[in-house]
Nanobody, 113 residues
Framework: QVQLVESGGGLVQPGGSLRLSCVVS????????ISWYRQAPGKQREFVAV???????NYATAVKGRFSISRDNAKNTVYLQMNSLKPEDTGVYSC???????WGQGTQVTVSE
């Protein structure tokens, strides 16, 4: 059974940084592209970033230049480094494997004074 487990969320002040992790188990990790999505209160879930099996990355316009996605195939883990955080980055961040239609449970990120 495929499982995705996120961690690293928390409360941070505007301008601060966080690094989220997504550990994937139950499948061959390095063959899949993996995405990060987020959902703010009262809003629809939105795409944040994706990394392909080959390491190619793509970002939503709102986070480009501030967030960085990476993967460590030896650890079955995808990371989302988030810098220069803004209050509008607040939400539940979830990782997703599109090829398997599998979601993690999410981790809360709150950016506030």
């Amino acid at each position: 059974q495929v499982q995705l487990v996120e961690s690293g969320g928390g409360l941070v002040q505007p301008g601060g940084s966080l690094r989220l992790s997504c550990v994937v188990s139950g499948t061959i990790f390095n063959v899949y592209g993996i995405s990060w999505y987020r959902q703010a209160p009262g809003k629809q879930r939105e795409f944040v970033a994706v990394i392909s099996s080959a390491g190619t990355t793509n970002y939503a316009t709102a986070v480009k230049g501030r967030f960085s996605i990476s993967r460590d195939n030896a650890k079955n883990t995808v990371y989302l480094q988030m810098n220069s955080l803004k209050p509008e980055d607040t939400g539940v961040y979830s990782c997703f494997v599109p090829a398997l239609m599998c979601w993690g449970q999410g981790t809360q990120v709150t950016v506030s004074e």
